[in-house]
């Protein structure tokens, strides 16, 4: 089975600064993926970042990057130069490849980006 | 379209009624996923399609829940007789394989109101 923990509910940016979203995971796959999805409040799932366990390379996608710790289970999400467009919920999944598996979703940090 | 599409937008319908969700995956994309968002919820995964093999319906909460999926596009979730802890938003999302660990593409999601 596999888990994802984001322990923020909700967090607030000031705009231009960085932000860390947590996320942290359970999982006995060996191999396995780490994604992170935005969702603004128009509802739809938009995807942003993936980070494969056998990546040596911490993912990088513009200004979104995954600080992947492996042995301490973590996948935080680092957004730098904050705009007010990315105030939204974020969510946190992975997916095993233990056959065909879905993405198991965390709760979601709401992020919210003062001007 | 390019990506995934998902009708009607907004359904509200009566307790015990019967209601049908469609999904209109990326063209070429084999795997199909259907998810449920309760209010302020993450995803919780119902039901996968992948090819021609028999679906996952491992998510399924109960058996007034179903889903088609005709010639390996299409896909049709029916809800019958409704209950009101049935409101939710429903999202579907495609990839190209299920057996690799590839990203999932959501559509903008079906949000059923229950009364």
């Known amino acids: 089975a596999q888990k994802i923990t984001q322990t923020q509910p909700g967090m607030f940016v000031q705009e231009k600064e960085a932000v860390t979203l947590d996320c942290t995971y359970d999982t006995s796959d060996q191999s396995y993926g780490l994604f992170w999805y935005k969702q603004p409040s128009s509802g739809e799932m938009i995807f942003l970042i993936y980070?494969?366990?056998?990546?040596?390379q911490n993912a990088t996608e513009g200004r979104y990057s995954l600080n992947f710790q492996k042995a301490r289970k973590s996948a935080n999400l680092v957004i730098s130069a904050s705009q007010l467009g990315d105030s939204a919920m974020y969510f946190c999944?992975?997916?095993?490849?233990?056959?065909?598996?879905?993405?198991?979703f965390g709760k979601g940090t709401r992020l919210s980006v003062i001007a | 379209g390019a990506g995934v599409s998902q009708s009607p937008s907004n359904k509200v319908t009566e307790k015990g009624k019967d209601v049908e969700l469609r999904c209109d995956p990326i063209?070429?994309?084999?795997?199909l996923y259907w998810y449920r968002q309760s209010l302020g919820q993450g995803l919780e995964f119902l039901i996968y399609f992948q090819g021609n093999s028999a679906p996952d319906k491992s998510g399924l909460p109960s058996d007034r829940f179903s889903a088609e999926r005709t010639g390996g596009s299409v896909s049709t979730l029916t809800i019958q007789r409704t209950q009101q802890e049935d409101s939710a938003v429903y999202l579907c999302?495609?990839?190209?394989?299920?057996?690799?660990?590839?990203?999932?593409?959501f559509g903008p999601g079906t949000r059923l109101l229950v009364l």
């Open positions: 999302a495609s990839s190209l394989a299920a057996t690799t660990l590839k990203t999932q593409y």
């Open positions: 999944a992975m997916r095993g490849d233990s056959g065909n598996t879905p993405l198991v």
């Open positions: 063209s070429g994309h084999t795997a």
């Open positions: 980070q494969g366990s056998y990546d040596e």
